[in-house]
């Protein structure tokens, strides 16, 4: 069973490669019963797309 640190480990991984299935099923399980990291995970996923829609906006704008 994978413990809060664990948990840490694989959502900001799950940004840079595809979860194994285990993994996947492990991080669900621990976020049905673990609310400190179902907000960090959810914290993870805003900070993530706010980097990627700064990207685009700042990729469109250079006039290169």
Do not use: W, Y
Request: proline content about 2%; glycine content about 8%.
């Amino acid at each position: 069973m994978l413990n809060c640190k664990d948990i840490s480990r694989v959502v900001s991984e799950s940004f840079e490669r595809p979860l194994s299935f285990g993994e996947r099923v492990g991080l669900r399980f621990h976020l049905t019963m673990c609310a400190t990291c179902r907000k960090f995970s959810k914290l993870q996923k805003k900070i993530h797309s706010a980097i990627k829609n700064q990207d685009r906006h700042s990729e469109g704008g250079r006039g290169v």
